[in-house]
């Protein structure tokens, strides 16, 4: 599946099904993040919930302390 995550074409494989799945792929599973899929931000209690579709627009923004 197509998907354009962060403003870039990413080709996902076949299992990727939400977005739950999606953050898994990145490895953000277990970070505090934001996402936003087709310009609706989502409740993360909701991300395993939410089904991509081919072609979806998936915003995803983590945060890294430091100083």
């Given at each position: 599946m197509k998907l354009i995550?962060?403003?870039q074409p990413?080709?996902?494989p076949e299992h990727v099904a939400t977005?739950?799945?999606v953050l898994a792929?990145?490895?953000l599973e277990n970070r505090i993040v934001v996402v936003e899929v087709d310009a609706q931000?989502?409740?993360m209690h909701h991300f395993?919930?939410?089904i991509v579709?081919?072609?979806a627009r998936i915003e995803?923004?983590?945060f890294v302390g430091g100083g």
């Amino acid at each position: 599946m197509k998907l354009i995550v962060n403003g870039q074409p990413v080709e996902m494989p076949e299992h990727v099904a939400t977005v739950q799945h999606v953050l898994a792929y990145f490895g953000l599973e277990n970070r505090i993040v934001v996402v936003e899929v087709d310009a609706q931000i989502l409740d993360m209690h909701h991300f395993a919930d939410r089904i991509v579709d081919e072609g979806a627009r998936i915003e995803i923004v983590h945060f890294v302390g430091g100083g």
